[in-house]
C-alpha cells in the first residue's frame, strides 16, 4: 500500500525561510502542493525565494517576521492569514547561535540566542496555535501540525556552542509541553534535531581545518544536506502523522546514538 503526500489546499507557514534550512523546507512544501508563507527579516531574500517557487510552480507569499519581537510576530501571522488563508502547518524554524566558551558569553550573546531559539519559537507557536485552536473547536475533525526546529544540540552537550545548547534543550521540552496542552484539539506538535548539516551559512566553517576535524569526528565522517530532512519534514506535516505528537525526532546520521 503506497502513501502519497499532498498538500494541495494546505497553507505552510515557515519561519527564518531567508536562507539555509527554512528556504529547503518551504520549497519542499511548495512541491507538495502547499502554499508555503515564506517569513524572516530579510524580505529581499524572500522575494528571491518566492520567485523560484514560483517559477517552479508553486505558490509563494511574503511576510516581515521578527521572532525576537512580540508585536512583529502577531503582525506577521496575521498578516499571513490574510494573504493566504488559515495557517495548517508551522515549520517553527527560525534560530541563531555563536561559538564561544561559557565563560566569555556575555548578556548580549545569551540574548541574542535564548530570544530567538527560545523565546520566539514559543511566542511563535503560541500565536499559530490560538487561531488554529479556535478553528478546531469550530471543527474537531480540523488537523494542524506545528513542527519546531530544534537540533541534536538540545539532547547533548557539544562544545563551544553551550547557550545554543540550553536554548534548544528548551525547544525540546517546549515541544512536549505543547502536544499535550493542545493535542485534544487536533495540534500535533512535534520537533525535529538536524545534526550537522551543510547550507550556505555554515560552508566556509567545515572548509577550515576545525571544521574539517568536527566532520572527522562524526560517526560515519560526512556533513548531512539539507534534503536529508526532506521526508521527515513530509511526514510530520502530512496528515500520515496523526498519531505522532510530542515526538522529538532526530536526524543526525547516528551522532546522537554514538
Same mark, same amino acid.
Not at 527560545?118 to 500565536?127: L, V
Not at 521540552?173 to 512536549?176: E, S
Given at each position: 500500500m503506497g502513501i502519497e503526500v499532498n498538500f494541495e489546499g494546505k497553507i505552510a507557514l515557515i519561519t527564518g525561510a531567508s536562507s539555509g534550512l527554512g528556504a529547503r523546507f518551504a520549497k519542499v512544501l511548495a512541491q507538495a502542493g502547499a502554499q508555503v508563507v515564506l517569513a524572516s527579516r530579510r524580505v529581499e531574500r524572500l522575494k528571491e525565494l518566492r520567485a523560484e517557487i514560483e517559477a517552479d510552480g508553486g505558490a509563494a507569499h511574503v511576510v516581515a517576521?521578527?521572532?525576537?519581537?512580540?508585536?512583529?510576530i502577531k503582525s506577521a501571522v496575521a498578516h499571513a492569514e490574510t494573504e493566504a488563508g488559515p495557517i495548517d502547518i508551522l515549520v517553527n524554524n527560525s534560530g541563531v547561535s555563536t561559538t564561544q566558551r561559557l565563560i566569555d558569553v556575555t548578556p548580549e550573546d545569551y540574548a541574542y540566542m535564548v530570544d530567538t531559539n527560545?523565546?520566539?519559537? +514559543? +511566542? $511563535?507557536?503560541?500565536?499559530v496555535a490560538k487561531r488554529m485552536i479556535a478553528r478546531a473547536k469550530g471543527d474537531p475533525r480540523k488537523q494542524h501540525r506545528i513542527i519546531n526546529i530544534a537540533s541534536v544540540a538540545g539532547l547533548r552537550v557539544l562544545p563551544q556552542i553551550g547557550v545554543y545548547c540550553m536554548s534548544k534543550a528548551a525547544v525540546v521540552? $517546549?515541544?512536549?509541553s505543547m502536544a499535550v496542552e493542545w493535542g485534544k484539539y487536533g495540534l500535533n506538535v512535534n520537533a525535529i534535531c538536524p545534526g550537522y548539516i551543510g547550507t550556505e551559512i555554515n560552508e566556509d566553517h567545515f572548509g577550515t581545518d576545525q571544521g574539517k576535524q568536527l566532520i572527522n569526528m562524526l560517526p560515519r565522517k560526512r556533513l548531512g544536506k539539507p534534503e536529508d530532512l526532506d521526508g521527515l519534514l513530509l511526514l510530520l506535516a502530512s496528515e500520515e502523522s496523526r498519531f505522532i505528537n510530542g515526538a522529538i525526532m532526530t536526524a543526525d546520521d547516528g551522532m546522537s546514538a554514538a
Open positions: 517576521l521578527d521572532v525576537t519581537d512580540y508585536a512583529s527560545q523565546r520566539g519559537a +514559543f +511566542f $511563535m507557536a503560541q500565536e521540552h $517546549m515541544t512536549k
